[in-house]
């Protein structure tokens, strides 16, 4: 089968947002190339190694590409996708002098060939992310998170994703109750449980990754802890979501006592108040996917709506906040 291989050079600042845009568009595939310079900033405190090949992308700057199956109107598609990538430009997200390219490919050029990048990492004291399809030999006290994660995004190397899961392991005490928002490849709501979270409901509003997360808690032997759901952000609480007729049929009871969602800080700014009626007093909301030209907004928006910051992590440009609700009285 041939494929139309869109390829988008911008900065790495808008990586999510545009490939975000593609996975709307229809995408089958998205892959994100960044600067392989030597000079880039790495994080090893963890032990992390990076096996990324050098390339001559600048600093800052990334190349995406999406995958839309033969047949696909391109001029269509570029039509729609070039305004909204430069509307980013009102939310403070620079695309830079962004370019675009596209050619066909055969799907084993591209559905394969970036397995060869994705190798086990440890992203936290105790949390490891193994591909399924790698040898690892983990040492004592180790958990390790399986992850196919297909067409869906989180395979832990973005910094969002590495944030959410070190803060989940200072915060997971054992015995929570959890709501994953924009779960993706479920990574978060898989690390949770391996830390000790006691159940957890897991949410996306792609059918892709609802999928993807599925087959991976499904391969982690979670399935009686995590459950999968679609439902556009927290909406499965007000109507059941999208493949149940009833919310009182969920894996956790509401309010619960953690709440994560690795989104875009767009996004956050949408339903904080939905997150804070969803916590109990004491609860914990992790935000992350917050990009630094945001930040200020993110903190005052959780505090507009009565959450208390607890802490800010950070990893190069990016934020996770540690937000608590108030205890009653």
Request: with cysteine; aromatic share 8%; net charge negative.
């Amino acid at each position: 089968m041939k494929w139309h291989e869109i390829t988008i050079s911008t900065t790495e600042e808008a990586t999510e947002m545009i490939s975000n845009f593609l996975h709307e568009l229809g995408a089958g595939g998205v892959s994100i190339e960044e600067s392989g310079t030597l000079n880039k900033p790495r994080d090893t405190s963890l032990g992390q190694w990076y096996e990324l090949p050098l390339n001559d992308i600048p600093e800052g700057q990334a190349v995406i590409k999406g995958y839309f199956a033969e047949g696909t109107d391109l001029d269509g598609l570029l039509e729609e996708l070039k305004p909204r990538v430069e509307e980013l430009r009102t939310f403070e997200i620079d695309p830079g002098e962004v370019a675009y390219a596209w050619h066909e490919v055969d799907d084993e050029d591209w559905a394969t060939a970036w397995k060869q990048y994705f190798k086990p990492i440890r992203v936290s004291d105790t949390l490891t992310i193994k591909p399924t399809w790698e040898d690892y030999t983990p040492e004592e006290g180790e958990r390790i998170i399986e992850l196919d994660p297909g067409m869906a995004f989180g395979t832990g190397t973005h910094p969002t994703t590495a944030l959410c899961l070190q803060t989940l392991e200072s915060v997971v005490r054992g015995g929570e109750e959890m709501i994953d928002v924009g779960t993706g490849s479920g990574i978060l709501a898989i690390g949770a449980c391996k830390l000790g979270a006691k159940s957890i409901l897991a949410l996306d509003l792609d059918p892709i990754a609802v999928s993807s997360a599925t087959e991976n808690v499904s391969l982690n032997g979670l399935s009686e802890k995590i459950e999968v759901r679609l439902s556009d952000l927290l909406g499965v609480l007000r109507y059941g979501g999208a493949d149940s007729g009833s919310a009182s049929s969920l894996q956790v009871t509401v309010p619960v006592d953690l709440v994560v969602a690795n989104i875009l800080a767009e996004i956050i700014l949408l339903f904080i108040d939905d997150v804070y009626e969803a916590l109990k007093p004491g609860g914990i909301y992790i935000a992350s996917g917050v990009y630094k030209n945001k930040e200020d907004d993110v903190e005052k928006g959780l505090k507009a709506s009565g959450f208390e910051i607890v802490e800010k992590r950070r990893d190069e440009d990016w934020i996770a906040f540690v937000a608590r609700k108030p205890q009653e009285g």
